[in-house]
């Protein structure tokens, strides 16, 4: 404030520095308080919940803050994989252990057989990531799930920077951003009618960085694909994707191997590989820290395609 | 928004060492239309690095379609496609960004449209609200109206940012003359004091560094208040209130989950369980896996009881002698969030803590046409079941509730627990 004139009486002084506080919870565990909130009052306020996990990171820290949510009993959801048929076998496999590991129960929608019954057609240039939607949309309504765990948050995409952390859906799953509830304090409402649903996201308030370092500080085990390792790999579209039965590499594209790593996992059509040494989780950290990239816009191919894709997406029922 | 941006540098990692002395603060920014709200938070996401280069292409590739020379910041937020159509704002967007000694979850929240309702959501789980004002126009009716909602939410921090300093020359009289005229308005409202502090958004002046042309002023930057603001209070003097959310069973043993919404608890305090007043005492504590002897606000934890009492989700613990208020007649300030209108006789429901519970809606400060979006007011509720209730003003999270609409489950109100109010009938 200014030394030339009265301060006034109600002004506060600016501190200099923060006090001691020893009851300030460092930011992972006010977040990790936040996530554990959300997985409880889901568990007291819904029938069938589910929890969506690929295998990616932000599914497994998902999964691991559900399990210190309901220790010492055990999470009171089943899993629920959209198979593209495109997975990363390496992340298969992780999903299986995971499972078995906890004794949990999976639930796989296939994008695989909606193709071999018709019903979804494979899309020219091979992405499988938007045909994801009808299988998971129409496995929530056969399973009667009321509320899906989604991994999204909302630094990852600017569409997702609008979502709330319950977001109701209806029968066809659609999300319509202008007709959200508006969420105040930690109220969350999920009150819906039979044939809705309501997505929740636990790490909607987590960014990239913060699910790293909460990796590294929980020892969580991740699928190898993280970390740097050698691949067959071909360029398209500036992102470099695995060489593979599921349609590449085509005309003009040659494949080299080439020291990489993934910083997203999805499906293997649209989901590139970065150059990478990061072995570590710590190696991995500071990769992050120094990219000048979002994960979203180095990764993903199908975010490239317009302005509003993610929005458009979400709006029909993606996660 | 003019200025010209460049991609930032990125922060460096923290060790772990660091990353435990890092704590979050949430806030929230509001201002008038032109006061350089979204070139503020432009600036301060971009001055704190966290403006990536996909981000500002996607910004710049968006900014030339619709005409414009140099990006607009404000599309760094504003993501929707009617958004950009119609270039408004029309939602609370949430950003994030770090630096080394904090990380920040900012609620940014449109200066025009249902901005009543999205600038109380945003400072419902604000620890900080800046209020923005252009130094050329001073404090007008629309900071008045923010800074009543920022005292009607209990906004622990206000800053009131002076901007655009470079247009009245960095004078410390058009400052202290703003500085002056908003104390008065925060003395009527009762707010519980404010920092005010001189920048400039476009050129950056005391955003990030403090400016040497405002050499008058010896308060902080910006960034550095945000940074050392104290975070959580003292949990130590609050009396504690745990609502149950979810009852765990393991054996033979029930383990009360939930978040502690207020204050501490031991083991061996002595607690009550509201509405059913049963007592018994903490026999044991667990902190996400972590056996304590203390828990703290806002911490997620589980609890175990010594004696078996009938304990259940929308139950409340309390310890201490500050017992909370068990109420059917709740009395609060409003603010009406829906399209549709509240009216005396509506039948909904109360969301308080894990509990939901009928009410009619008995008495409103509004006329037949009941309350409608945006506006603030008084109501007092007649509840089906009684409700354990703090003053707002002595606990953000026990005194805060929503009204849903039992119909369509739709959220109309954001209410603020005010027991000794005046009756809404009377005012």
Redesign the interface.
Known sequence: ?????TV?????V??????V?P????????????A??IF??V??EFERPVVLFSGGKDSIVMLHLAL??????AVPFSLLHVDTGHNFPEVLDYRDRTVKKHGLRLHVASVQEYIDRGVLKERSDGTRNPLQTLPLTEKIQAERFDAVFGGGR??E???R??ERVFS?RDEFSQWD??R????????Y?G???PGEHVRVFPL??W?E??VW?YI??EGIDLPEIYFAHERDVFQRAGMWLTAGDWGGPKDGETVERRLVRYRTVGDMSCTGAVDSDATTLEAV??E???????ER??TRADDKMS??AM?DRKREGYF | MTSTIE?TE?????S?EQ??????LRFATAGSVDDGKSTLVGRLLHDSKSV????LE?VE??SRNRGQDTPDLAL???????E?EQGIT???????F?TAK??F?LADTPGHVQYT??M??GA??AELTIILVDARNGVVEQTRRHAAIAALLRVPHIVLAVNKMDLVGYE??E??RI??DF??H??ELD??????IPVSALTGDNVVERSARTD?????ALLA?L??????G???GAPARFPV??V???GEAR?Y???LASG?LRVGDRVTVHPSGGTSAIEGI?V??EEVREA?A???LTLRLADHLDVS?GDMITSGPDAPALTRDVRAAVCH?ADRPLRVGDRV?V?H??RTVKAIVRELTAGEAGLTANDLGRITLRTAEPLPLDDYADC??TG???L?DPA????LT?GMVDLGGADAATV
């Open positions: 404030m200014s030394t030339t004139t006034p009486a109600t002004t506060t600016p501190a200099a520095a923060e006090a506080r009851y300030a919870l460092s930011h992972l565990d006010a977040l990790e308080s936040e554990v909130h409880r009052e568990a007291g210190k949510a309901f220790a010492p009993a909302r630094d995409e600017k569409a920077a609008k109701l951003p202008r959200q509830r508006p969420e105040l304090w930690n109220l409402n009150r819906h009618a909607s308030n960014t960085l913060d370092q590294a500080r950290i500071t992050i820290a120094a990219s000048r990239l979002t816009g180095a302005e509003a929005e | 991609p990125p922060i460096e990692p923290l772990v990353l435990s002395e890092t704590t979050l990536l280069t996909d981000q996607a590739h968006a760094l937020t504003d993501g929707l496609r009617a950009r029309i939602d609370v967007a949430y950003r994030y770090a904090r990380r979850i309702r999205n109380v959501t419902s789980t410390a009289k400052f202290d500085v002056e104390a008065g925060a003395a707010l519980p004091g404010f920092t005010p008058w002023y010896e308060g902080p208040h940074e050392s603001v104290p975070v959580g003292d949990p130590t959310q979810y765990i069973r393991h383990h989950a939930g978040q501490s667990d996400l896996g703290y806002p911490q997620s989700r969030l429901l969301r803590t894990t953000r999270r805060a509730f929503i849903i369509d489950g739709a959220t954001a």
